[in-house]
């Protein structure tokens, strides 16, 4: 999904006194428009370099390629990640994950109207359990209008007919919370009758090389965002989740607020290393798969649609 800013030193440090440490800082690769040209998305992207993780004592240390090495406060009651990283394997196509020797996870991808038209019959042969599919977004200029993704329909349509699970996922530029709501209420009325076996997601991203609406919203104002999308989203039945690159979900949210939502975490590396607990994982923008031209990103879930269905 989208582009992820090089958050400034001052921003973080006065955001490490209410938030945790950063993990790797990577960008996210699905995001939106301004308010007219699409393909302004695609010179956004940056990639990143991953930073370690370790916990000692209530405090998380951060080794990170901005702010050096730094302890931050382990935040209290946000449930932590289990994931063992020797349960994790990969083949040239996938990632996957076991634990006791039996396979605990589910392979994916997620694709929007830049992923053009898709064989979704050869998605499936190719072994894709289910995909995640951009609904739309919103502008990130002063308008900050609401656009539906041109491939929403088809693509829900397409992969639920070839047999793959379903989730979907709104790209925000909400600045407040009446406008988070208000793209959960447009991506229902996208949505329509359609059922979702998956989350939808809230995919709020900072907007780097150019001016966006976003540019001043608080990391208090971010998090309040999120949590009136997830609860608008709770309402209409479906199961919220907030995508996020782990800089964003150490220094930009306040994840003790958000504990009680899905995490969609976005970090491109071998392994999560990501200090909290988290459903899925965006591991890769340059994925191949048969079915789809040019590259994909690919995700794992460590929960099924069994898990989401109690």
């Not at 739309?136 to 929403?152: H, V």
């Not at 979702?196 to 907007?207: F, K, Q, R, S, T």
């Not at 340059?286 to 929960?303: A, E, Q, R, Y």
Request: aromatic letters at 12%; hydrophobic letters at 35%.
């Amino acid at each position: 999904m989208k582009k992820i800013i090089t958050i400034a030193l001052a921003a973080l440090t006065v955001s490490a006194s209410v938030l945790c440490g950063c993990g790797s800082n990577n960008t996210a690769s699905s995001g939106a428009p301004a308010d007219s040209s699409a393909a302004s998305e695609a010179a956004t992207t940056q990639p990143v370099t991953d930073s370690p993780v370790k916990a000692t004592g209530g405090k998380i240390h951060i080794t990170d390629n901005t702010l050096g090495d730094i302890w931050i406060t382990e935040l209290e009651g946000v449930p932590v990640n289990k994931l063992q990283a020797d349960g994790f394997t990969a083949d040239n196509t996938f990632k996957y994950y076991s634990e006791n020797g039996q396979p605990a996870s589910n392979e994916g991808i997620d694709v929007s109207s830049f992923s053009g038209s898709i064989d979704w019959a050869k998605v499936k042969e190719s072994g894709v359990d289910f995909a995640m599919i951009r609904l739309g977004g919103r502008g990130y200029g002063d308008e900050g209008g609401l656009y539906a993704d041109d491939k929403a329909a088809e693509n829900l349509q397409g992969a639920k007919a070839a047999g793959i699970k379903v989730g979907a996922y709104f790209y925000s530029q909400a600045t407040t919370n009446a406008e988070a709501e208000e793209e959960a209420e447009y991506a229902k009325q996208v949505l329509g009758d359609i059922q979702l076996d998956y989350p939808l997601a809230y995919d709020w991203e900072i907007v780097k090389d150019d001016n966006a609406r976003t540019d001043k919203v608080t990391s208090t104002q971010a998090t309040e965002c999120a949590v009136a999308f997830c609860e608008k989203v709770k309402s209409f039945g479906y199961i919220p989740m907030i995508y996020s690159a782990s800089r964003e979900f150490y220094f930009k949210y306040d994840l003790s607020r958000l504990k009680d939502y899905e995490l969609w975490l976005v970090q491109y590396a071998d392994k999560p290393d990501f200090y909290y607990q988290f459903s899925m994982w965006q591991y890769s923008e340059s994925g191949h798969i048969d079915g789809i031209d040019g590259s994909v990103d690919l995700n794992i879930s460590f929960k099924s649609t069994a898990d989401y269905a109690k």
